[in-house]
């Protein structure tokens, strides 16, 4: 058996890789580590790992409420992911059957939203929202989260719905299949990959969304999560240790969702890069 020598390219790419793992994975567990330390030990050994301890997780849940901010963050974001997926797989759906210029056009000024930045909106929403007296509700900031990720929910189930086969709708239609059960029962199952990737996206954009939760709720019991992390500030300093823990217990939703997704997730992105 002839031995194969490896290539300096193929070296060089494997460096790369493992120097890219290292930068991406050494701030994960460096945070980690700083949780278990204490603010003024982490101030003067930043990067040394000793006087390891417990009680940052402790004074960080009593000084923030972090519980509640994360179970507000959630509710919150599946009441907004849960609305955006059925009107953007109807809006999608429609579209690839009811081609005609009244359908265009709703595409297009769905489309035109996804290029206004929310920041410029900000001052007129707050008023819409507080002229039909949602102000200071969760119902409210949902709202506004759906009107904020329609476009681009309604551009990444389009996209990949338009290359569904006509061919399988026709099947369906023939055997007596409605819109909605066509929709629901057979487009939605197709299109499973994209749409828990979309999931996945929305549940990152919402949970950790801070300018919108703070201009329209006021309530501290109402507080989600990223509103919760800046209670840590104070007119003195940080205490970075309690940070580390509050961060580290704040990002357990976003971890546990994507290891549960990662194989949809990556089938999601592998059909879109394909299909497109």
């Known amino acids: ?50 006087g390891l301890t417990t009680k940052n997780y402790p004074t960080a849940q009593m000084h923030a409420d972090l519980i509640r901010g994360i179970l507000n963050s959630i509710l919150i974001s599946c009441s907004t992911i849960v609305i955006l997926v059925f009107l953007a797989l109807l809006l999608s759906y429609a579209q690839t059957i009811i081609v005609n210029r009244v359908t265009k056009a709703v595409s297009s000024l769905i489309t035109i939203g996804y290029f206004i930045p929310p920041t410029a909106i900000v001052l007129n929403s707050y008023l819409i929202i507080r002229n039909i007296g949602l102000i200071g509700t969760r119902i409210g900031l949902i709202i506004m989260y759906v009107a904020i990720y329609i476009p681009i929910s309604f551009m990444l189930l389009s996209g990949f719905i ?64 990223a509103v919760a992390l800046s209670m840590f500030t104070t007119d003195r300093q940080f205490d970075f240790g309690a940070l580390s823990a ?27 890069a394909i299909k497109g």
Not at 14 to 22: H, K, N, Q, R, V
Not at 27 to 39: A, D, K, Q, W
Not at 202 to 218: A, C, G, N, Q
């Open 1 to 50: 058996m002839q031995k194969t020598t490896r290539q300096p390219g193929v070296w060089l790419v494997y460096i790369l890789i493992i120097a890219l793992i290292i930068v991406n994975l050494y701030p994960v567990f460096n945070l980690t580590v700083n949780s278990f330390r204490e603010h003024r030990i982490i101030i003067g050994n930043p990067i040394l790992f000793n």
């Open 162 to 225: 338009k290359m569904i086969p006509a061919s399988i709708k026709e099947s369906a239609t023939i055997d007596g299949a409605g819109h909605y059960r066509i929709c629901f029962s057979i487009i939605a199952p197709l299109s499973s990959n994209m749409i828990v990737t979309l999931v996945i996206l929305l549940f990152l954009w919402t949970y950790r969304e801070y300018l919108w939760p703070i201009i329209f709720l006021s309530k501290p019991a109402q507080r989600p999560v």
């Open 246 to 272: 509050a961060v580290v217990i704040t990002i357990i939703p976003i971890m546990s969702l994507f290891i549960v997704l990662k194989e949809k997730i990556m089938a999601g992105v592998a059909a879109g």
